[in-house]
């Protein structure tokens, strides 16, 4: 249940934060401030899941198999590597390690 | 969905091909591109299903979230928070608050396509990192709006079927983590992330959200660090102002979809 509670507000949140930006006049969010701010928000959300779900264990930061799958997939991301590639081989190093530890 | 990187199609057509008289692009040139980003990211769908499923979240969980959120990065993060033990309330702020950037492609989507009210509603489900990305690059509305419907449709109909591929082979996989596809979700992120990472501004912002969510993570309950570590971008955007604007980052308006992804 809980989680069909995660999945509806999350469901509502997003089409309608893409419809608002449909319907609403031109020039309302056009504020540079506003546009640096919406730009950067993912950027501080996205470094802060990465972290999170490479180095954390529940409540405890940990470094396990997970981080030499991030890694390769920074070294990847280097070499200009395609997404999938680049996920791809974080599944694999991830996998390789943890079936050596 | 996995907005990325991938390539962002620039091109105007077959080298050679004449332009149309009206200077705009070749339709076949805007729907070749179109399909390019549709199907490369729509695959990815896949990860998605794999990653959700091994978060615990049933087939029709699933399946809903690609039907119904339809923006990869919010969803990613919305199954890796609950997989987490997070609560459904923090784990849907952060998700939601990774679409709404999703707004901001609408507003410039909104002038260039110029949709009749009516089909606004229906559009909006397909207002994401890549749609956007193809979509404003394009010269004239007609290209545009081939574009994004190209893009859209293409996109829209592979993520929710690979999803669903996804999450039934994710019970013929097993124990998800034995495969290390729990790697698959923050890969996404970090492939999400590397080209939002252009000047100081990012880079700081992105370091301070890191030290905040891992920082925070042994005081704080379950998902709520990475919610606390979105301060970061107000943080340093402060800082930065008040430091000036002759920074290397007083560049202009950052919101081009190319970072957005």
Request: glycine fraction near 10%; proline fraction near 7%.
């Amino acid at each position: 249940m809980n989680i069909w509670i995660a999945v509806g507000l999350t469901a509502v949140g997003c089409y309608l934060a893409k419809l608002l930006g449909l319907l609403i006049p031109a020039g309302v969010l056009e504020r540079p401030l506003v546009q640096r701010l919406a730009a950067l928000l993912p950027v501080a959300l996205l470094a802060a899941l990465t972290a999170q779900q490479t180095f954390a264990d529940a409540q405890q930061p940990v470094l396990d198999a997970r981080a030499a799958g991030l890694a390769a997939a920074a070294l990847a991301l280097v070499l200009r590597a395609p997404f999938l590639v680049v996920v791809g081989v974080a599944v694999v190093v991830t996998a390789g390690v943890r079936a050596l530890m | 969905m996995a907005e990325q990187t991938a390539s962002f199609p620039q091109s105007t057509g077959a080298p050679g091909a004449p332009p149309p008289p009206d200077g705009g692009k070749p339709d076949a040139a805007v729907v070749r591109d179109a399909l390019g980003v549709g199907i490369a990211v729509g695959l990815s769908g896949f990860a998605f299903g794999v990653t959700s499923a091994g978060s615990g979240l049933t087939l029709l969980q699933t399946c809903a979230l690609s039907l119904l959120v339809f923006t990869g990065a919010s969803q990613f993060a919305l199954v890796g928070a609950l997989a987490a033990g997070g609560n459904p309330y923090t784990a849907a702020a952060g998700a939601f608050f990774l679409g709404v950037r999703n707004a901001l492609y609408g507003l410039r989507l909104s002038q260039l396509l110029a949709l009749p009210r009516p089909l606004k509603p229906l559009a909006a489900q397909w207002v994401i990192d890549e749609t956007t990305a193809v979509t404003l690059p394009q010269p004239t509305r007609r290209a545009a709006r081939i574009a994004f419907s190209v893009t859209g449709l293409t996109l829209y109909v592979l993520w929710n079927l690979t999803t669903l591929v996804g999450a039934l082979g994710a019970k013929a996989l097993g124990d998800t983590e034995t495969w290390g596809l729990d790697a698959a979700g923050p890969a996404v992120f970090l492939a999400l992330l590397a080209p939002m990472l252009k000047s100081a501004t990012e880079r700081v912002t992105a370091g301070l959200a890191v030290l905040l969510a891992l920082g925070l993570l042994p005081v704080l309950p379950t998902g709520v660090p990475v919610l606390v570590s979105a301060l970061s971008a107000p943080v340093v955007l402060f800082l930065m102002g008040r430091a000036g604007d002759r920074g290397p980052d007083a560049s202009g308006p950052t919101t081009t979809p190319r970072e957005g992804r």
